[in-house]
């Protein structure tokens, strides 16, 4: 059921350091921020400004100093180790930069993971991935290994694996990094095109000033903090790859 709420994302005055003493390093500083579902949000900012660990701390990989997050009304802060995990693999979808693909499997079988982890039989799991491999220009290279993949090409496999078990919130860390531009377009379409849902958010960390007309919504970041928030140019996506209903 789709909540009223229509806040997919809240954080509240987050804060993170690492280290101690002479060495603590500030890195958030009482960060403020909301992401609304069906919305595509970029957030952007110098290199070293606190992008990649707000992301971070947002998906629960990341334990805030302090603060407070919340993911479609649900404290992760409040949930146990446990029921974190189980949120995560069923409601987030995550883009590493470094990709972070598993050397023995195809690509995929890569894709295919998190269908696999919630259970799903294998055959299906892998022809899902298949598919959208296939949206993805990748439908060639389906069985190859990752150390067979340019570094563009393992990056459309690793959102394909962000994707392929349909998310409640999609977050991308330069998804568009190692790709021309082509097939950063492409990519982006099928991240807007996955925005257009009542009840999903996609959450873009980017440098790319290419792909800034896909955005609803910017949020400037600078020195741990959110500066500045504008509505983007957006580009909207008449149908979308996943189903109508929300997830319950």
Do not use: W
Not at 12 to 40: K, P, Q
Not at 106 to 124: D, F, I, S, W, Y
Not at 214 to 223: E, G, K, P, T, Y
Not at 231 to 241: E, I, K
């Amino acid at each position: 059921m789709v909540s009223d709420d229509p806040t997919a994302v809240r954080c509240t005055d987050i804060r993170r350091h690492f280290g101690e003493g002479e060495a603590r390093v500030e890195v958030l500083c009482g960060v403020d921020h909301s992401v609304r579902r069906g919305e595509l949000s970029f957030l952007v900012g110098p290199s070293g400004c606190g992008k990649t660990t707000l992301i971070s701390v947002i998906a629960g990989l990341l334990e805030p100093t302090s603060g407070a997050v919340s993911l479609f009304g649900r404290n992760l802060g409040t949930m146990p180790p446990d029921e974190r995990v189980l949120f995560r693999r069923e409601h987030l979808g995550f883009v590493f930069q470094q990709y972070n693909l598993l050397q023995a499997l195809t690509a995929a079988e890569n894709a295919a993971v998190p269908l696999l982890a919630a259970g799903m039989r294998r055959l299906e799991a892998v022809d899902r991935a298949r598919a959208l491999l296939d949206r993805l220009g990748l439908g060639s290279r389906t069985g190859a290994y990752p150390r067979q993949l340019s570094g563009g090409q393992q990056q459309r496999v690793a959102l394909a694996r962000a994707l392929v078990h349909e998310p409640r919130l999609v977050i991308c860390d330069e998804p568009t990094a190692a790709l021309d531009h082509a097939t950063g377009e492409a990519v982006m379409e099928l991240l807007a095109t996955a925005a257009v849902h009542p009840d999903r958010a996609v959450l873009v960390v980017t440098h790319d000033s290419r792909v800034y007309h896909f955005a609803d919504v910017i949020a400037h970041m600078d020195d741990g903090r959110i500066v500045r928030t504008e509505a983007g140019p957006s580009s909207p996506v008449p149908t979308s790859p996943f189903p109508s209903t929300a997830p319950a």
